[in-house]
């Protein structure tokens, strides 16, 4: 137990150093928008400078690390290098899916009710091509699985899931989840934007068709950079969607007009690149992978372990399913008698960054958050304004 410790510890305090954030602010919003990391930084401000400086003559440079962003992305979750598309953000990858399926009228996709809009409106939009998207009812983010499989029957085309539900924490069985999709020959797509890089994961263990996620949150990297890992099977399963110069074969060579398209996940990626993203998001992927993923998870857990104690002292009604499986970085509380957006407003001015959702307080932390960035937080709660009455 003092070992773990030692590690937890060491863990926060390694990250923390890549952090600048914390010069500042007592930062629990990365269910929201993250702060870029120390790397991240480093390689924006490398890519500005080359940029200003050397214009394309080092456009071939930057396609390398591209690609170990690509590779790097890849071994986060067990995959292939081939099945890792580098896209826009989580909306981007979902749509790879809801619009690249061969749907007939009639078909239908299950999801729940309880998931962020990205992963219902893609879903929805197919009603004008006779899909339906069923959503299974959740009790603070818990899915009743013999509820999702009375949702599922022979014309279920896709599963699709948060890995963590946005709005209470409460972090999911994929595992079992997948098995009842594929029980019933439906793809089993995965909303990993609130679990990845702080959570390990092997998509392959845990019978991931699909997956997206943007960068902005967990990974510590910018907005407008994130992938989406599309298994062998599942890639011959979809038609190709965003078709351009950058989807064939032979990309390099525009006077060969001919469309032979890359048979991995690349296809997807048509057009030219947000490059400076990408180096960035590669930069904080290899810091997250360097600490350990598990160590990740290990210190954020304990955290907000003890960050829920500490709040429920203080008072505060937490709302988010807190057993070893279910826990995640995000919890959801309330202080009774407080309206929550005064109440985020208040911290703010007191250097602490929280968010509300579903009507409630939200705080999201990362390994680096520590006891200090607990007793502002605690601090900023006790002199709250705008008792209700």
Request: overall charge negative.
């Given at each position: 137990m003092a070992s773990q410790q030692r590690q937890i510890e060491s863990t926060r305090r390694l990250l923390r150093e890549q952090m600048?954030?914390?010069r500042k602010w007592a930062y629990f919003?990365?269910?929201a928008v993250a702060p870029l990391s120390g790397p991240g930084r480093?390689?924006?401000?490398?890519?500005?400078?080359q940029a200003a400086d050397e214009g394309d003559t080092i456009w071939l440079e930057w396609i390398r690390q591209l690609q170990d962003t690509r590779a790097v992305a890849a071994e986060l979750i067990g995959a292939s290098a081939d099945e890792i598309a580098l896209v826009p953000n989580t909306t981007a990858g979902i749509n790879l899916v809801a619009e690249g399926f061969p749907w007939q009228p009639g078909d239908n996709v299950v999801t729940f009710d309880d998931e962020f809009p990205s992963n219902l409106y893609p879903w929805m939009h197919l009603a004008v091509r006779g899909v339906e998207t069923r959503r299974v009812p959740t009790d603070r983010g818990r899915i009743d699985l013999d509820q999702l499989a009375a949702h599922c029957?022979?014309?279920t085309r896709v599963v699709s899931t948060s890995w963590v539900a946005y709005s209470s924490g409460c972090r999911r069985d994929l595992e079992a989840i997948a098995q009842i999709a594929h029980r019933h020959g439906a793809l089993f797509f995965v909303d990993a934007i609130q679990g990845l890089g702080v959570f390990p994961l092997d998509v392959g263990k845990a019978y991931v068709?699909?997956?997206a996620a943007d960068g902005h949150k967990w990974l510590l990297g910018p907005e407008g950079a994130g992938i989406a890992y599309l298994s062998r099977d599942c890639l011959a399963r979809l038609k190709p969607t965003g078709i351009g110069w950058n989807s064939v074969v032979h990309a390099a060579d525009f006077s060969r007009i001919e469309l032979t398209l890359k048979t991995g996940a690349q296809?997807?990626?048509g057009g030219s690149y947000n490059m400076a993203g990408f180096l960035a998001l590669g930069a904080s992927l290899r810091l997250l992978l360097e600490l350990g993923v598990a160590n990740l998870a290990a210190a954020i857990l304990e955290f907000t372990d003890r960050a829920v104690e500490t709040l429920s002292a203080l008072g505060a009604v937490i709302h988010s399913p807190?057993?070893?499986a279910e826990s995640s970085g995000i919890v959801l509380f309330e202080l009774p008698g407080h309206d929550p957006v005064t109440v985020r407003s208040h911290c703010l001015e007191q250097g602490v960054a929280l968010n509300c959702r579903a009507g409630r307080l939200r705080i999201s932390a990362h390994a680096y958050n520590n006891q200090e960035d607990l007793d502002k937080l605690i601090a900023a709660l006790r002199n709250a304004p705008n008792r209700l009455h």
């Open positions: 600048t954030v914390t919003d990365h269910a480093h390689a924006l401000h490398t890519w500005l400078e029957d022979e014309r068709d699909c997956l296809r997807y990626e807190r057993s070893s």
